[in-house]
């Protein structure tokens, strides 16, 4: 089984809310929301291709230290561990989208990490509550066939 760790602040992005700059959690309730802006479709590409570019090294790290690409039939286990309860399982796991996105673009010397994010691949996803950790919010990622 392999693993990966991706540190929450990966989904944090600085965005004007309620006219002020804050740093913004990019889960469900906000992707929503930026949905319902206007010119929503291109700010939410903008603000995925930015979570990608933080995840994206990681992945490629990953590779480089010997994880292999992911193949057909992949089962995936998603392990949370949240800052805070503010923020519902379900809006957390929205994010599956950027990180499977991240895994298609990742590559190292010619080899995708992850082919595509279809039904071929990816077979099922399990997520897990696993508790606060306020000093190293994370998720981390197994994976098996």
Not at 45 to 68: E, T, Y
Request: glycine residues 4%; aromatic residues 12%.
């Amino acid at each position: 089984m392999a693993k990966l760790v991706i540190p929450l602040t990966a989904f944090v992005l600085p965005m004007k809310k309620q006219g002020k700059p804050r740093m913004v959690k990019m889960t469900l309730n906000n992707w929503i929301m930026i949905h319902g802006m206007k010119a929503g479709r291109m700010i939410a590409n903008k603000r995925k291709h930015q979570i990608q570019a933080k995840i994206m090294p990681l992945v490629d790290q990953a590779m480089v230290d010997g994880v292999s690409p992911i193949d057909k039939n992949t089962k995936f286990k998603f392990d949370w561990y949240f800052p805070d309860r503010r923020t519902d399982l379900d809006n957390w796991t929205f994010t599956h989208k950027f990180i499977f996105d991240a895994f298609q673009a990742s590559s190292v010397r010619g080899q995708v990490f992850m082919p595509n994010d279809n039904l071929n691949f990816v077979v099922a996803t399990y997520d897990d509550f696993r508790g606060i950790d306020k000093d190293n919010p994370r998720v981390e990622i197994d994976w098996n066939n």
